[in-house]
């Protein structure tokens, strides 16, 4: 239970039960999270019954960056270079630690500019030695404790020493494939606002140098909203904590707004997903890209009525085994599936999956589709 805010340490006034979160049974994480929410950062936390331990032994099963292709490489080297020419232009440096992010071509890159780069993720013991500066791209949203990320931090970089984070931007959200606010599972532990992430750089001694929003093109059709900020080992061994305010534009009102929209959408997914069943249709579903309210489903549904094939585009099922079935992710190389079934799609973005079933030769006749987030 972590009910005090990490950044500020207030206690939040706001916290969302779910539903309208939960897991399917078999997962290593906590069935069931509280969605906690501090005014004066503007910051959203997962408040699980999971702890630390069990997190990083989650992760160290799941580790989910062997799952690139060819041309999601292209675009995360592109972004690796952009990352790495903005934290070159504050000031030369000459070593770098790739924090949390794994082995996505961050250190071959930055060793094409000369820089000497390591990399730090889940399992290793511990960093070892200091760095001019370090990066951690789209992994603090992962970490259960950021007070441990902050202390590397610390250890790991000179006085003066550059950090560079970027996560996805909580307020930009309802831009992403998952819908808004979609992304609150079991993973996705901590939303961030530039100012909620400027403020906790702040709170743990850093200086922000300069701070930003920008889209992060992760597939052909996918721009990830992330925040980011640049910032500086300063000289004051911990920061109190910092004296942060209302933000004078909450995202609170944007939250809300989503739990209650989610609540009746997913009744609404689930009468039609029934329905089709009991019609003998639907034994092919495609859960494209919609986090909790994809496990949520598969968890409303008993036993005999799974799908035999299901597929989800991302993350959600890894280390999930759901009866047993094979859980196939989207791709190129296609999956089982039957021309003379009912195909049923619930996505945001299902335009993307009835073109690829059609091109695994799925008649646009036998394809159904629940547009999640219509109603946004
Ligand atoms: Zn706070």
């Known amino acids: 239970m972590r009910p005090n805010c990490p950044i500020c340490a207030r206690r939040p006034f706001f916290a969302c039960d779910p539903p309208p979160f939960a897991a399917v049974p078999g997962a290593m994480l906590a069935q069931r999270f509280t969605v906690r929410y501090c005014p004066h950062c503007d910051f959203y936390w997962n408040d699980s019954a999971s702890g630390a331990a069990d997190y990083e032994r989650y992760y160290l099963a799941a580790n989910k960056h062997h799952a690139r292709n060819e041309q999601a490489r292209r675009l995360d080297g592109a972004y690796f270079r952009r990352v790495q020419r903005r934290i070159v232009a504050a000031r030369p440096v000459r070593s770098i630690l790739d924090y949390g992010s794994g082995d996505l071509q961050f250190e071959a890159l930055a060793r094409e500019r000369g820089i000497a780069c390591s990399s730090f993720d889940v399992g290793a013991p511990s960093i070892g030695r200091k760095f001019d500066a370090i990066a951690c791209l789209h992994a603090m949203e992962h970490f259960y404790s950021l007070d441990t990320a902050f202390g590397h931090f610390r250890a790991g970089l000179r006085p003066g020493g550059l950090l560079y984070i970027a996560v996805p931007d909580a307020a930009g959200y309802e831009r992403t494939y998952y819908g808004a606010f979609n992304a609150l599972d079991l993973e996705h532990i901590n939303h961030f ?61 944007t939250f809300s707004a989503y739990c209650e929209r989610s609540a009746r959408e997913f009744d609404a997914l689930l009468g039609w997903y029934r329905a089709r069943r009991s019609a003998g249709r639907g034994r092919q579903l495609v ?29 959600a099922f890894r280390g999930v085994d759901v009866a047993g079935r094979p859980v196939v992710e989207i791709s190129a190389r296609g999956t089982h599936w039957d021309a003379n079934a009912t195909v049923l799609v619930v996505a945001v973005h299902w335009r993307a999956i009835v073109e690829f079933l059609a091109a695994q030769g799925v008649p646009s006749k036998r394809i159904e589709v629940f547009e999640w987030g219509r109603a946004a």
């Open 287 to 315: 859960l494209y890209g919609l986090g909790s309210p994809a496990l949520r489903l598969l968890a409303a549904l008993p036993e005999g009525s799974l799908p035999d094939v299901l597929a989800d585009g991302g993350k």
């Open 193 to 253: 606002t530039t100012a909620s992430l400027c403020a906790l750089a702040r709170t743990h001694g850093f200086d922000v140098l300069r701070s930003g929003r920008a889209d992060r093109p992760v597939t052909a059709t996918v721009d990830y909203p992330e925040t980011w900020v640049l910032a500086q080992r300063s000289a004051r061994r911990v920061a109190a904590p910092a004296a942060t305010r209302a933000p004078a534009r909450s995202s609170l009102a």
